[in-house]
């Protein structure tokens, strides 16, 4: 099992900047995939960035040079850094990680873009 916490969430202003983070714990070898999707209201969750084990980095079109997805291997973490946001960019942002062919979500933290 892998337990995934969240953080780093809240209320932003259009063009401000917001970093998440999310820890991984338990059974956390062998994990292969990382990545951070996002759900906004009445919508379907969708991939925001993702990062393999061997390092390469995945965007959506809607973050590409406004994102930056990255991981600490020893601290089993991965962060996501958004700026420029957007209040499209509003909504519940998820942790996901793959180990052994098993997927895990995190809880998820709010992401708040607003005047």
């Known amino acids: 099992q892998v337990q995934l916490v969240e953080s780093g969430g809240g209320l932003v202003q259009p063009g401000g900047s917001l970093g998440l983070s999310c820890a991984a714990s338990?059974?956390?070898?062998?994990?292969?995939?990382m990545g951070w999707y996002r759900q906004a209201p009445g919508k379907q969750r969708e991939l925001v960035a993702d990062?393999?084990?061997?390092?390469?980095?995945n965007y959506a079109d809607f973050v590409k040079g406004r994102c930056t997805i990255s991981r600490d291997m020893v601290k089993n973490t991965v962060f996501l850094q958004m700026s420029s946001l957007k209040p499209e960019d509003t909504a519940v942002y998820y942790c996901?990680?793959?180990?052994?062919?098993?997927?895990?979500w995190g809880k998820g933290t709010l992401v708040t873009v607003s005047s």
């Open positions: 996901n990680v793959v180990r052994l062919g098993v997927t895990y």
């Open positions: 338990g059974s956390i070898f062998d994990i292969t995939y």
């Open positions: 990062i393999l084990s061997g390092g390469s980095r």
